[in-house]
T-cell receptor
Framework: SQQGEEDPQALSIQEGENATMNCSYK?????LQWYRQNSGRGLVHLIL?????REKHSGRLRVTLDTSKKSSSLLITASRAADTASYFC????????????FGKGTRLSVIA | DTGVSQDPRHKITKRGQNVTFRCDPI?????LYWYRQTLGQGPEFLTY????????KSRLLSDRFSAERPKGSFSTLEIQRTEQGDSAMYLC???????????FGEGSRLTVL
């Protein structure tokens, strides 16, 4: 079963705009991760945020985590056409002894 | 670090045939995972190994599916008597215990006719 649910399912923006994707989950977590997947390819890890962290940055990526609302957001600033991909959140339910559970993803299209 | 490699990348088979996928993880990683992904969905967990021990199997993994990781290195995922519903991308990932981050291969796409 999929614990995380991304919103929106699909997002289309112009190059240079910011893209925001949200993830909601159901149970307490140890950490939450975001992954990117280009069509027909494997997933690439973007960023990991632990349950005791509220915000994390990596280049043009900003991730927030609100454990009280069981939600996270991924912001991609100054988007590029190359950012076109599907983005998945994944939750780890404890210290690392259970597998990651992925959501259904947000399909992002960045139009040049 | 040569990354996670999977073979074959594509497999077309007829219903009822057996197929086997191979995954070579990053050599320093003691954990290896198999996921299945269908079109428009996120990856669904199938099973994972720590070294050579298979620690968890999903209910998705019917008795037609078997996975091994002899000697704690590469892993194989075999599907016996394939059905059309087995058509999917089979993804392998590896990682280190307790770091959380997974490194995925490019996947093996199975089409069952």
């Amino acid at each position: 079963s999929q614990q995380g649910e991304e919103d929106p399912q699909a997002l289309s923006i112009q190059e240079g705009e910011n893209a925001t994707m949200n993830c909601s989950y159901k149970t307490s977590i140890n950490n939450l991760q975001w992954y990117r997947q280009n069509s027909g390819r494997g997933l690439v890890h973007l960023i990991l945020i632990r349950s005791n962290e509220r915000e994390k940055h990596s280049g043009r990526l900003r991730v927030t985590l609100d454990t009280s609302k069981k939600s996270s957001s991924l912001l991609i600033t100054a988007s590029r056409a190359a950012d076109t991909a599907s983005y998945f959140c994944a939750t780890a339910l404890n210290s690392g002894n259970t597998p990651l559970v992925f959501g259904k993803g947000t399909r992002l299209s960045v139009i040049a | 670090d040569t990354g996670v490699s999977q073979d074959p990348r594509h497999k077309i088979t007829k219903r009822g045939q057996n197929v086997t996928f191979r995954c070579d993880p990053i050599s320093e990683h003691n954990r290896l995972y198999w996921y299945r992904q269908t079109l428009g969905q996120g990856p669904e967990f199938l099973t994972y190994f720590q070294n050579e021990a298979q620690l968890e199997k999903s209910r998705l993994l019917s008795d037609r599916f078997s996975a091994e990781r002899p000697k704690g290195s590469f892993s194989t995922l075999e599907i016996q008597r394939t059905e059309q519903g087995d058509s999917a991308m089979y993804l392998c990932a590896s990682g280190r215990e307790n770091t959380g981050e997974l490194f995925f291969g490019e996947g093996s796409r199975l089409t069952v006719l």
